[in-house]
């Protein structure tokens, strides 16, 4: 029998004990909700991107493959955050819906990329595209994909890219050079042929682009020479 004088001596041992048991419980607790938070983080992080970008390029044709790839990451990753935190805001509702997203995507309603509205509507697809090229290279996708599956969906998105700056440049300079303003029309080409040479990709739909920029920046030329010429006989 533990004597009088150590009782409350070993009662009060006894509760800093309980006591920091208790501490190190919630230390615990803390630290794996903290750790959840940053797995929703990291997880979750990608969702906006994607979205956001797919909402700009939704008149880009795309294909099906890339989208349903890119719809599924979405779906994944929600269903990974479902895993982690059931009380996700609105998580039951947004599985339900990326899963309807993935279900609905068809094949591409275009086959070409188009028109532009203006400067601003072509940086919003350019950065989209980036961004997606971006998430591809950086190993994104939670289902990883096959490398050639990577490289091909690479090469899909740098393609668009490449059609969607010769969209928008050879239109513009074809409006310049009919407005007569024809130093604004070549560097506008000129602008499409460096980029296109810098950031390609080398492929046989870019050459193209690029043969076709090249001719048209002749007839821009020609035009120039044309005028001049039409000054000096006029004079």
Not at 218 to 229: L, P, Y
Request: aromatic residues 4%; proline residues 4%; charged residues 25%.
């Amino acid at each position: 029998m533990i004597s009088e004088q150590w009782f409350i001596p070993l009662t009060i041992i006894g509760l800093l004990l309980l006591l920091l048991f208790m501490a190190s419980l919630v230390s615990k607790y803390q630290n794996h909700r903290a750790n959840l938070r940053a797995v929703v983080r990291r997880v979750g992080a990608a969702i906006p991107l994607i979205e956001e970008a797919l909402e700009h390029l939704s008149t880009v044709p795309l294909s099906q493959p890339l989208r349903l790839m890119l719809r599924g990451d979405i779906y994944s990753r929600l269903k990974a955050i479902r895993g982690v935190c059931k009380s996700y805001p609105n998580i039951v509702e947004r599985l339900e819906e990326a899963k309807l997203r993935v279900d609905r995507e068809g094949a591409a309603t275009a086959k070409s990329v188009p028109p532009i509205k203006d400067e601003r509507h072509l940086q919003n697809l350019i950065r989209s595209v980036d961004n997606l090229v971006d998430f591809i290279e950086q190993g994104g996708p939670m289902n990883h994909q096959r490398t050639d599956l990577r490289v091909a969906f690479r090469d899909e998105l740098t393609e668009r890219r490449a059609e969607i700056l010769a969209r928008y440049h050879m239109v513009q300079a074809s409006r310049y050079q009919q407005a007569n303003n024809i130093n604004t029309a070549r560097n506008h080409l000129n602008t499409l042929l460096r980029v296109l040479e810098e950031r390609g990709p080398n492929t046989e739909f870019v050459r193209e682009l690029h043969g076709q920029a090249t001719k048209m920046i002749r007839e821009v030329n020609a035009t120039k020479q044309d005028e001049s010429g039409m000054d000096s006989t006029a004079a």
